[in-house]
């Protein structure tokens, strides 16, 4: 737990996790109802087993309903942290596609709108990988995974997707930032842990990847 408030807290989740409990092991909702049985907990979104960071989880019905409408209607801005070993296609951009299921439990783009996901993006070398921001305007399953193979940068360490052996899925959710209740909230967490997550990362991150400086495109 990194930040907690009446309505919500905001937890750091580990990589290798499972959001909902699996046969090895306890997911995330039963393991924060094991830590805090006096607290009830509220999915609002989630996060693959191979990601790391920011999760919000609401305290109480009411709260969980208006980050409900929030995330339908696209109000809280996710920001990402991928490494790849392999160069993309294009330095940053757009990528757009309707999400199909596709074999063994993967996904793909497709050229049609339906269930259409939409991810911008923008890239750098560093230290021999491919370092990727992502900014998610659309919340589809697998949908920054299958973002990043499409442009020939599977992330490292995502097997499913084509990813390079490493020791963790090199895929974190870094930084959120909504309205609640007239305040800007805004939380950012580094990643930590992994080989490939160094300081030096995260200080590249801080001055290459500002937020003030970035131009992403607008919604569309």
Not at 191 to 215: A, C, H, I, N, Y
Request: net charge positive.
């Amino acid at each position: 737990m990194l930040f907690r408030t009446n309505d919500y807290w905001i937890i750091d989740k580990p990589a290798g996790m499972s959001f909902h409990a699996e046969s090895e092991g306890l997911g995330v909702m039963q393991s924060l109802a094991a830590a805090y049985p006096n607290q009830a907990f509220f999915p609002v979104h989630r996060l693959d087993k191979i990601t790391s960071g920011l999760l919000i989880v609401a305290c109480h019905a009411k709260a969980a309903a208006v980050f409900g409408n929030m995330f339908e209607k696209h109000e809280v801005e996710k920001r990402y942290l991928a490494l790849s070993a392999r160069k993309p296609k294009k330095k940053q951009g757009t990528i757009s596609g309707g999400m199909q299921p596709s074999r063994r439990g993967q996904w793909k783009l497709s050229q049609d709108n339906e269930n259409l996901a939409s991810t911008q993006f923008f890239s750098a070398s560093f230290q021999g990988c491919r370092l990727f921001i992502v900014r998610p305007l659309t919340g589809k399953t697998h949908q920054i995974r299958v973002a990043l193979k499409s442009l020939g940068s599977p992330i490292l360490g995502d097997f499913r997707y084509g990813g390079e052996e490493a020791d963790r899925g090199y895929l974190h959710a870094y930084a959120l930032q909504f309205d609640w209740q007239g305040d800007i909230k805004r939380y950012v967490c580094l990643p930590v842990f992994g080989e490939r997550f160094s300081s030096e990362l995260s200080d590249f991150v801080v001055t290459q990847f500002d937020e003030s400086l970035l131009k992403w495109p607008s919604r569309k």
